[in-house]
């Protein structure tokens, strides 16, 4: 039951967006009822942070799973493929509605400390091992990370998620700094 809420709660984001997922909608998505939903999250911000903690876990494998990348360029196509995904679009929605709410920026902060490790070179020695500890490293997966964040926002704007047209040439450019990047 726990999964179908947790599921219900990342489609409603994606489709609707934050503003009208509410425990209506995600009780109506996961054919359950209200009691149900209470039954293991206390209200619409504690759903929501266990939502992203949940797609944190899911989409964002940990590090030590993932390949060894022997360029920045391969870290750079695997973290593209997990940031373009529509997943991403219920992170984002989160992230911003946060800001507004402090009872939700509450739980959610915890579900981002809980996973910094996971995106903090000097804080995760897999990553460290995989894309380098240089300084030129470091500032080139801040640099990438920021810029696919910011073209995942923009696909959050478009009528269904759509790619913009633009990716694909950001994606080639960022390649290319990278190959100039040395790894470990």
């Known amino acids: 039951m726990r999964r179908k809420l947790l599921d219900a709660t ?12 509410t425990t209506v909608e995600i009780c109506r998505r996961a054919g ?20 992203m903690s949940d797609a944190y876990e899911r989409f964002f494998v ?10 920045l360029s391969d870290w750079l196509d695997f973290a593209w493929s997990k940031i373009s995904r529509p997943e991403f679009k219920a992170v984002i929605e989160v992230w911003l509605a946060a800001r507004n709410d402090p009872k939700l920026g509450d739980g959610l902060w915890l579900a981002i400390a809980a996973y910094k490790k996971v995106f903090t070179i000097s804080e995760n020695s897999a990553l460290r091992d995989r894309i380098g500890s240089s ?4 500032a080139f997966y801040r640099m ?9 926002l923009g696909r959050a704007t478009t009528p ?22 040395p790894v470990a």
């Open 62 to 71: 940990p590090i030590e799973d993932t390949p060894q990348f022997e360029k």
């Open 135 to 138: 300084a030129e490293a470091e």
């Open 10 to 21: 990342i489609s409603s984001l994606i489709d609707h967006g934050y503003a009208r997922t």
């Open 144 to 152: 990438a990370g920021e810029t696919m964040i910011g073209m995942a």
């Open 160 to 181: 269904g998620g759509k790619a913009l047209d633009h990716e694909d040439m950001v994606i080639d450019q960022l390649r290319k700094l990278a190959d100039e990047v």
């Open 32 to 51: 359950v009822t209200r009691g149900a939903l209470l039954h293991h999250f206390k209200d619409l911000p504690d759903v929501l942070a266990a939502a």
